[in-house]
C-alpha cells in the first residue's frame, strides 16, 4: 500500500517540527512548507538528523496563493496539518491587522487549493483561546465559545468557522480542529524545540533563557488573579505528546473512521498549573535558581482555563504520556544544547 502523504504548513515552527518527526515515525511520507517569517530552517535539518528521513522543505508563503499552488502541483499529500500562523496574544492586540491578514488569508488559501486539487483531510492547529474566559473548568469541546478575548483568539475562531461550513459546502472535505491549550518542552534528543525569534512570547522559553543568564529577569504577569497563588493558570501539554494528537487525528481520516465530516478535539493533560508552580517546578527538577519578579497584567490574559481531554482520548485513541517534570527537564536540555552549556 502507497505510503499517505501529509503536508505540514508551518512544518519548520515549534510544534509543525516535532509534528514532523511522529508523522515520520508512524510511517507517513511529509513535506514541509514554511516562510520561515518565525521559524529557521536548522529545525528541518534537526528534524532530518531525528527521522533519516529526507523530507522535503518548500519555502512558500501560504498568503500568497500562486506560490503555494505550486506545491500542491508538484506534490501528491492527501492531508494537510495546517500550523502558519501568527501565534502571539499580545502582539495581536497591538498588530490586529497583521494578524487578521495572515492567519485569515493563509487558511482561506489552503481550503480553496485542497477543494480545487480534491485533497481530503485537513487538520487545523486550533487553541484553547476560543472558549475565552471560560464560565467553568475544566472545558470541555461543548463549553460554548466566548467572544475572543485578543484577535490571536479571533482568528482561530474565525478559521474554524470557515473550516466547518468548507467542509459543509464540499463533498469529500474531512477536517478535524486540534484546540490545543500551552504546548511547552522538547524533542527529548534535544535537536529541535521551541526557538523564539527575539524575547520569547511564551513563558517557558523565557523561564529557560533566564536561567541560561541570556535575559536578565522572568517577568510573572500578576499574582493577583482569583487563583490559589494569584497567577494565571494554564493547562500545559508536552510538545512531543500535543504531535501525536496531530498523527492521531490525521489517522482517523485517512482510514475514515471520521464520525462527522467536521470534528473537534480538545488536547491537553487535564491538569491546570499555575505559572508559579511551574516556575517552582523547573527551579526543582532542573536543580537551577530563576531571577523573577511580579509584574503587570498582561492585556489579553485569560485568569485560569485547563482541558477536559476525555473525548480526544475515547474517540482518538489519544492521551497525553509525558510528566511535567519530564517535559521541564527537556525544555532545559534544549536550551542547553541551544547555548552549549553542559
Excluded at 509534528?19 to 512548507?33: K, M
Excluded at 496531530?246 to 473512521?257: C, D, K, P
Amino acid at each position: 500500500m502507497k505510503k499517505s502523504c501529509v503536508l505540514v504548513s508551518g512544518g519548520a515552527g515549534y510544534i509543525g517540527s516535532h509534528t514532523t518527526v511522529e508523522l515520520v515515525a508512524a510511517g507517513y511520507d511529509v513535506v514541509i512548507a514554511d516562510n520561515l517569517s518565525n521559524s529557521d530552517l536548522s529545525a528541518v535539518e534537526g528534524v532530518r538528523r531525528i527521522t533519516g528521513a529526507r523530507i522535503p522543505f518548500v519555502e512558500v508563503d501560504c498568503c500568497d496563493r500562486e506560490a503555494l499552488r505550486k506545491v500542491f502541483d508538484e506534490y501528491a499529500f492527501d492531508s494537510v496539518i495546517h500550523f502558519a500562523a501568527s501565534k502571539a496574544v499580545g502582539e495581536s492586540v497591538a498588530k490586529p491587522m497583521e494578524y487578521y491578514r495572515n492567519n485569515l488569508l493563509s487558511f482561506m488559501n489552503v481550503i480553496d487549493l485542497m477543494r480545487e486539487f480534491g485533497r481530503p483531510n485537513i487538520v487545523f492547529s486550533s487553541s484553547c483561546t476560543v472558549y475565552g474566559e471560560p464560565d467553568k473548568q475544566p472545558v470541555t469541546e461543548q463549553t460554548p465559545r466566548k467572544p475572543a478575548a485578543s484577535p490571536y483568539g479571533n482568528t482561530k475562531q474565525i478559521s474554524e468557522d470557515m473550516l466547518r461550513d468548507a467542509i459543509a459546502a464540499c463533498e469529500g472535505l474531512k477536517g478535524i480542529a486540534l484546540r490545543y491549550f500551552n504546548p511547552i518542552g522538547a524533542h527529548p534528543s534535544a535537536l529541535i524545540g521551541e526557538l523564539p525569534r527575539g524575547v520569547p512570547q511564551n513563558l517557558v522559553p523565557y523561564i529557560t533563557q533566564t536561567a541560561a543568564g541570556i535575559r536578565e529577569c522572568l517577568s510573572v504577569y500578576g499574582d493577583d488573579y482569583p487563583t490559589p497563588d494569584g497567577s494565571c493558570i494554564r493547562d500545559y501539554i508536552d510538545v512531543v505528546d500535543l504531535a501525536r494528537a496531530h498523527v492521531a487525528a490525521i489517522g482517523r481520516m485517512v482510514e475514515n473512521r471520521n464520525k462527522q465530516p467536521y470534528e473537534v478535539f480538545n488536547i491537553g493533560t487535564g491538569r491546570g498549573v499555575s505559572v508559579l508552580e511551574l516556575v517552582r517546578r523547573f527551579e526543582e527538577v532542573n536543580g537551577v535558581k530563576l531571577n523573577y519578579r511580579i509584574a503587570d497584567r498582561r492585556p489579553g490574559d485569560i485568569i485560569a482555563i485547563w482541558a477536559d481531554p476525555t473525548r480526544a482520548n475515547t474517540e482518538l485513541g489519544w492521551r497525553a504520556e509525558r510528566s511535567l517534570d519530564e517535559t521541564l527537564v527537556s525544555a532545559w536540555a534544549w536550551e542547553k544544547h541551544l547555548r552549549n552549556k553542559n
